[in-house]
């Protein structure tokens, strides 16, 4: 007699990496659950659905699967469907979390907050990053030569968002955006696009590509003739193949994790103890949204114990909205839309690449330096 | 295959999923996969008809049915037409887009033509997705996501009432297969084949390759165009993601299941194929390393898919006895 | 009923049919012949509008050129091909029934398209598909589709080559009786000058697209310049 | 030089050839006639190795060849020359040729034998670059011979070679096959055009619906009527 | 002459670089697939999957025999590797459809299912994330405020070099035009004395080597990731038809004349617009030339 967990992951598909990642945290916080006992008595079983390409009979198939069919207690997904989620799991009432990081789910959540009352994001969405990353950029402790700012974006939802929002911030802050591109999936050669940043020598260049093969390979063509420009990738510095791949030839490259726990070195002894399990499990520093991921099952288990009844969705529900969870960095709240939105418990977490791993160098909100350690000027700025 | 043999093939099909409802009717799961199913079955049966029946080497189905699917939907979300008529406004502007597709075509070889449709496949995500896409309506890359459902008489048919929106999509499957059924058994049908075998001849003999290639196109993009609009209404949201290879390579697994040129064939595969990959989910990651297993090992050993090895089993019989 | 008038069709640098002109006249039985190469081929293909080509063919007085071949066959021009065409996917009964259907002014008659069959011997092969029939049958079966067509004018292109006595002489009672008894004239390239003597009142002789000479077959067999061009001294 | 014996030839189900027998000797000229449909071409290409289902022994200068594939048999010296000519469409000319010598006995004739065959046929040489899919019907014709000829083969099976051809070059291929003879070469041929063809002959052989009928000499073929009357009317 | 204008004529020679390394990579892609597209007609949708077979092949033998130094070791060791995966999948795979009517359809069919099979069994053994082998060749040729990696100035004479060798095999030797006359009629290459099984597969097999050697190359420049073997796939594709069917010429000029349009549109309006622009070219050319841009009639 178990409790069934529902995973929707893509397992397959291009977005298979992604869903690894997702995947590390959420069964590490089950296997820690079961090991402790599991919950209310009763072990939890984990159903994984392989939510593909999150084409949308995909994700509505997900849903009727796992909470129509599997009767699951919760839903653990990571990028689920951009929105498209939020309808499909909407129809039920099953705690269901996401890692969506995208306006677009939130305005159809706002559509109808009563009947998406069990939509828990577990990350802010793409403006609020791209705010958190200006805040960054603009604290960093450097001398920024020009005010000109580059900004590349993918074509989907979030680089757009984030794209857009950064470009306000600068023009607001008085800066130029010299130039804003939007680029498909899969651009890998970048020499047009080089070309024109050689002649701008813009001292900020920032690449919001949620996939690594671009950035890395924007950055091994840019570092062939640099200019004196922070490289910031946003969310595309967080899966590990940018240091995995490019190693310490990636120094001074600056990005964010959203709901991230800063590491290596974490701010206190549990969340150290949650690194160092981390990594003793997969052997390396934490991707992201193993964390995001990990935070929001047992938030949910916490949520159940004190209600008492896995089923009882109505009341789980209520009682995460109200009581949020008290995490290994704090007390974390989701807000009136069912997003956690970054706070100092669930922070944005500001990396630089140095010695050729994620060294977090600032956390926000509030928009702070990290412990003792510092920025780095990257070393192609002379 | 005389048409009384793909009727009753037919016939028994649907015949057979038409009653599925009383066994799983409570299980919204699968009548939403069974749904999915007819659609799929549709648009490979359309896909067959172009492809394995007149011989013109057209990969541009998944956009036929992306362009009806979105023409619909921003006609329902933009202009609120009623989802009936926004379904038929996008069949014919699907069958006005294959025609268009279908023209520079007319002169072109079959790798050519492979071309041709696959770039329609290839530019519509840029298209969907860039500023042009959404001042049209597409939602840009968010895509749509409130599409009203279809409805008839004050009902409204979405997945909250999923059993008389099955039949409504059964109904739906039948009608397209029906159309299918007719206009390859009749004089059109003979014309397609005779194109495709020898198009000298069968110009000499008075077989207008013009008209015929074009009304190939035209019907195959209508009825795909009408599906496509119906998922949208059904499902209620769209996506760019229907054009990455998934469907794609989805779809043509459909066609080797159910055999190249054998027209229910088509409709067969559609449901072997997804109730196939259903099965395999448990294997997870392994689930797709075993499906492209299964369609190589399938094409070695019954070429003609599932319906020509039916046939031939059948034939063999048939002189045996 | 047909007329060409100074037609011309190049290719690239090679002119395979060179200022041509002549007339067919309702009812005939009019041979072509020449080398191999001569352009007689293309001249069907130019009549019945495969290619583009400069000059005029008229066909009961109206201009034809520049028309789509099956607007051309709807017009009652019928033709076969030097090599036999068929539809693999469809049966011989079927074949025919295309020619009939697509071809012929009017509504499709199967007792027409039944009668055909018959004519052409093609009764027994009628469930056949087409693909592996033996080459007497290909042809006859390409017959048997243009002449569904209801054909004013039936363009034959070296029906006989590959048979042996005996069924060229069947194949010529066919060609007499479609053109006595059906009414429908007939043009017919052939290499056999038996075939053209027995069989035709006008003989053209082509030579690298031009016309060496015309007339009635006696005389043209016996012409010096189409015995050195064409028939070769041993001719006899 | 070549025993064929009891061979069947099947295209699947149908059974084409029904325990056919015949022999060539080196340097002989054997004639094969036989109505339309009747299995000529089946058992010339069963010989080189082209039919799938065949059953029998087809001894070849002592050597069972059959099952072996064509190449195989092209280089031990035995060429068809196809009645569907069978040419690269998309080549010249001047490249189908030299493919026709592309058997290892061939090639040190290549030259040699290019010479010989535009020499025959002239309209090849003054067309060597254009593509073999425009080229007429009887071009394509001469050109098929042509490049049988290329192969420098010991045994020749000649399908119809005539077919197609203008009245003079029906009887070109006659000397044609008259010379490559004289060279010692053996030929089995399917014709039934060209009238002076059994002047040739050593042997005649008939078949009629997959069996042989018929087996004999130039004179007993001529004696018989009903052969004279179907088969060499022309 | 003005700085403004003197950086305009430094950007063009730069977009034009770009456009040749852009052509130069699209080149050493599609080449394998001219040959068994393009030449035999039979479509290989798992071309793109054998391209990241060379890079994980590599990739895996880093660690053994070192990085840079090991290349050469690495080509000797892949190429071969792909040209016996190449000849046995033909044998194996292929070879039986081709016996069978309207054989090309069924073999891209069996390709499709290949593609699946081998991109999907990748994500599996090697996870869904991308790997890198180090570069062959480090560090840049400055000219002034040009640069040219020397990375990219390698691909460059490879692809063209291969390319031209390649096409020079097929139309001038006698294995070259073997391959083609079994490609254009294999009943009549088997009649001549083709051996067109032997040639049909040392086709495929050596299309394979040459995608294990691009593979290699490609994968020290972009990374290699499991799923990313279609849009290879589509793309050389898209340049070989382009390129006219069955001619290596053509498809280099496709190669170089996309690589520029990329290059170019890139620049000026945007890459999100490169693909539209792409199919635009696509339609005119094929309106002009119905067989591609060197294709034969
Ligand atoms: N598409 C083409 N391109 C180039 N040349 C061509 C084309 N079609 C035909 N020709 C040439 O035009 C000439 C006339 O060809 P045609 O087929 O009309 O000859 P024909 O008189 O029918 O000869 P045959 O008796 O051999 O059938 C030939 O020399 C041929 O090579
Ligand atoms: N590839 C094939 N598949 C099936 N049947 C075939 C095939 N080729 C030939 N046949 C059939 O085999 C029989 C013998 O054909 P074949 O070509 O040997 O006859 P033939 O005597 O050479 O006749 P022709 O005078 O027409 O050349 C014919 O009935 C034909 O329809
Ligand atoms: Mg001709
Ligand atoms: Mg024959």
């Known amino acids: 007699d178990t409790i069934p967990v529902g995973v929707p992951l893509a397992m397959t598909g291009a977005y298979t990496g992604s869903g690894d990642d997702y995947f590390k945290g959420i069964k590490m916080a089950i296997d820690e659950l079961n090991a402790a006992g599991g919950l209310l008595g009763k072990q939890l079983e984990i159903i994984r659905y392989d939510s593909k390409e999150f084409a949308p009979e995909v994700v509505m198939q997900g849903a009727d699967y796992l909470c129509g069919q599997k009767k699951v207690a919760s839903v653990h997904a990571g990028w689920a469907g951009w929105g498209q989620d939020v309808r499909a799991y909407g129809k039920y009432e099953v705690p269901f979390f996401a890692d969506d990081g995208s306006q677009a789910a939130v305005d159809v959540y706002k559509e109808n907050p009563e009947q998406y009352s069990n939509i828990f994001q577990l990350t802010d969405v793409g403006i609020e990053q791209a705010k958190s990353m200006f805040r960054v950029l603009m604290a960093l402790p450097y001398e920024y030569p020009n005010k000109k700012a580059v900004i590349i974006n993918t074509d989907d939802s979030w680089g757009v968002e984030v794209g857009d929002t950064l470009e306000a911030s600068f023009k607001e802050k008085g800066w130029q955006v010299a130039k804003r591109e939007t680029v498909p999936y899969g651009t890998n050669e970048w020499g047009a696009i080089l070309t024109r940043i050689r002649r701008i020598k813009p001292a900020l260049i920032h690449i919001e590509i949620p996939s690594a093969q671009e950035n890395i390979t924007f950055f091994r063509q840019f570092i062939k003739k640099p200019t004196p420009s922070i490289i910031s990738l946003g969310w595309g510095i967080t899966p590990r193949e940018v240091v995995e791949n490019l190693g310490t030839a990636a120094d001074g490259i600056v990005g964010e994790m959203p709901t991230g726990l800063p590491g290596p070195k974490a701010p206190n002894a549990a969340g150290q103890a949650w690194i160092d399990k981390f990594v003793g499990l997969y052997k390396h520093q934490i991707p992201a949204g193993s964390w995001a991921t990990y935070t929001g099952v047992m938030a949910w288990a916490n949520a159940v114990k004190n209600v008492g009844d896995a089923y009882n969705f109505k009341a789980v529900n209520k009682y995460l909205k109200e009581n949020g969870y008290e995490g290994h960095q704090g007390l974390i709240k989701w807000d009136a839309d069912n997003v956690l939105r970054a706070q100092a418990a669930a922070p944005v977490v500001h990396y630089q690449v140095q010695g050729g791993e994620l060294m977090a160098i600032y956390t926000d909100p509030p928009t702070k330096a990290y412990q003792d350690s510092t920025f780095i000027v990257p070393r192609w700025i002379k | 295959m005389s048409w009384q043999r793909m009727a009753a093939i037919m016939g028994v099909v649907y015949g057979i999923v038409a009653i599925l409802p009383l066994f799983v009717g409570d299980i919204r799961f699968i009548m939403q996969i069974l749904i999915i199913c007819l659609i799929w079955a549709v648009v490979a049966s359309c896909w067959d008809v172009i492809m394995g029946f007149a011989g013109i080497f057209s990969f541009g189905q998944v956009a036929f049915f992306v362009i009806g699917a979105y023409t619909s939907g921003i006609f329902a979300v933009s202009w609120q037409v009623p989802a009936v008529l926004a379904i038929l406004m996008a069949g014919l502007f699907t069958a006005g887009m294959g025609v268009l597709v279908g023209l520079p075509c007319l002169k072109l070889a079959g790798p050519y033509v492979a071309l041709v449709t696959f770039g329609v496949h290839m530019t519509l995500m840029p298209l969907l997705r860039g500023d042009i896409g959404i001042a049209l309506g597409s939602g840009g890359s968010v895509g749509i996501l409130t599409i009203p459902p279809i409805t008839l008489f004050g009902y409204a048919f979405s997945s909250a009432n999923i059993i008389p929106t099955f039949y409504l999509t059964l109904a739906l499957a039948v009608t397209c297969s029906v159309v299918i059924l007719v206009v390859i058994n009749s004089y059109w049908g003979t014309a397609f084949l005779a194109l495709k075998d020898s198009e000298e001849f069968a110009v000499s003999l008075g077989i207008s390759a013009f008209k015929y290639k074009l009304m190939v196109f035209a019907l195959t993009s209508f009825l795909t165009g009408v599906v496509g609009a119906y998922y949208g209404h059904y499902i209620g949201m769209l996506s760019t993601r229907m054009l990455e290879l998934d469907l794609f390579v989805t779809l043509m697994v459909m066609l080797v299941v159910g055999g190249i040129g054998k027209f229910p064939g088509a409709i067969l595969g559609a449901f072997i194929t997804v109730t196939v990959n259903e099965l395999l989910a448990p294997l997870g990651s392994y689930r797709a390393v075993t499906m492209g297993a299964l369609v190589v090992i399938l094409v070695l050993l019954l070429p003609n898919g599932v319906m020509g090895f039916w046939l031939r089993r059948s034939k063999a019989g048939a002189t045996s006895t | ?236 | 030089m070549l025993t064929v014996t009891d061979l069947n030839a099947y295209y699947g189900q149908a059974q084409v050839l029904k325990q056919v027998s015949i022999t060539a000797d080196a340097g002989q000229v054997v004639v094969i006639l036989g109505p339309n449909g009747h299995g000529k071409s089946t058992l010339l290409k069963s010989i080189c190795g082209l039919v799938e289902r065949v059953v029998g022994a087809v001894i070849y200068q002592g050597e069972n060849i059959l099952g072996q594939p064509t190449d195989r048999i092209v280089n031990q010296g035995l060429i068809y020359i196809a009645e569907n000519r069978e040419l690269f469409p998309h080549m010249t000319v001047l490249e189908n040729l030299k493919l026709g010598a592309y058997a290892k006995s061939a090639r040190a004739h290549e030259k040699r034998n290019l010479e010989m065959v535009f020499d025959l046929f002239p309209r090849l040489a003054d067309r060597r670059n254009q593509l073999s899919s425009t080229m007429s019907g009887g071009e394509a014709r001469m050109l098929a011979v042509a490049r049988g000829l290329m192969s420098n083969a010991e045994l020749l099976c000649v399908d119809e070679p005539s077919l197609g051809l203008q009245p003079s070059l029906r009887f070109e291929i006659f000397s044609i096959i008259q010379k490559i003879n004289k060279q010692g070469k053996t030929v089995l041929l399917v014709e039934q055009n060209i009238p002076q063809i059994t002047e040739l002959a050593d042997r005649i052989y008939v078949i009629e619906e997959g069996r042989i009928s018929f087996e004999g000499s130039k004179e007993e073929a001529l004696s018989n009527e009903h052969l004279k009357e179907i088969f060499l009317g022309m | 002459m003005s700085e403004d204008t003197l950086f305009l004529i430094y950007e063009l020679i730069d977009v034009i670089i770009s456009g040749l390394t852009n052509g130069s990579v699209y080149a050493l892609m599609a080449v394998g697939l001219t040959l068994v597209y393009g030449v035999t007609k039979a479509f290989n949708f798992a071309y793109g999957s054998f391209f990241n077979l060379g890079g994980y092949l590599a990739w895996l033998m880093i660690p053994v025999v070192g990085a840079v130094g090991g290349y050469v070791s690495i080509f000797i060791a892949v190429i071969p590797i792909m040209f016996i995966v190449g000849y046995g999948l033909e044998k194996s795979l292929v070879a039986p459809l081709r016996k069978r009517p309207e054989w090309e359809m069924k073999v891209m069919m069996m390709t499709l299912g290949l593609a699946l099979f081998m991109d999907n069994l990748y994500a599996v053994v090697f996870g869904g994330r991308v790997k890198s082998l180090p570069p062959i060749l480090e560090g840049t040729l400055d000219v002034g405020d040009l640069v040219f990696s020397y990375q990219d100035i390698m691909i460059f004479f490879l692809s063209i070099g291969g390319i031209l060798l390649f096409g020079w095999i097929l139309n001038n030797t006698r294995i070259g035009m073997a391959v083609q006359a079994v490609a254009q009629n294999p009943e009549g290459a088997k009649i001549v004395g083709i051996p067109e099984k032997r040639i049909f597969a040392a086709t495929f097999a050596i299309s394979t080597a040459m995608v294990g050697f691009g593979g290699i190359l490609l994968s020290q420049k972009y990374f290699i990731s499991p799923m990313s073997g279609g849009a290879i796939m589509v793309k050389s594709w898209v340049i070989t038809a382009f390129g006219g069917m069955g001619s290596i010429r053509g498809g280099l000029y496709a190669a170089f004349i996309i690589g520029m349009l990329e290059a170019f549109v890139g620049y000026t309006l945007g890459m999100s617009y490169s693909m539209i622009a792409l199919f635009i070219l696509l339609l005119t050319t094929l309106a002009l030339r119905p067989q591609g841009l060197m294709g034969r009639a």
């Open chain 3, 1 to 236: 009923m047909l007329k060409l008038n100074h037609v011309t069709k190049k290719f690239g640098e090679l002119v395979a049919v060179n200022d041509l002109s002549f007339a067919v006249e309702a009812g005939q039985v009019f041979g072509i012949a020449g080398p191999n190469g001569a352009g007689k081929s293309t001249v069907y293909n130019l009549i019945t509008g495969f290619y583009p080509f400069e000059g005029e063919i008229a066909f009961e007085g109206r201009n034809i050129a520049g028309r789509q071949p099956h607007e051309i066959s709807k017009l009652g021009i019928a033709r076969t091909f030097q090599i036999p065409q068929t539809f693999p996917s469809l049966t011989v009964e079927q074949s025919v029934g295309v020619g009939n259907r697509f071809g012929a002014r009017g509504r499709f008659d199967p007792a027409y398209v039944e009668s055909i069959l018959a004519f052409m011997e093609l009764t027994p092969v009628r469930h056949e598909p087409t693909g592996q029939l033996s080459l007497l049958d290909k042809k006859r079966l390409m017959m048997g589709a243009a002449l569904a067509t209801r054909p004013k004018i039936l363009m034959l292109d070296e029906p006989m080559a590959g048979s042996n006595s005996n069924e060229i002489r069947s194949l010529m009672e066919s060609i007499r009786r479609i053109n006595a008894e059906m009414g429908i004239t007939i043009i017919i390239i052939e290499h056999f000058m038996k075939v053209l003597t027995e069989l035709t009142s006008t003989l053209l002789i082509i030579e690298t697209g031009t016309k060496v000479c015309m007339g009635d077959p006696e005389t043209v067999v016996n012409d010096p310049e189409v015995i050195e061009c064409y028939l070769g001294e041993s001719y006899g």
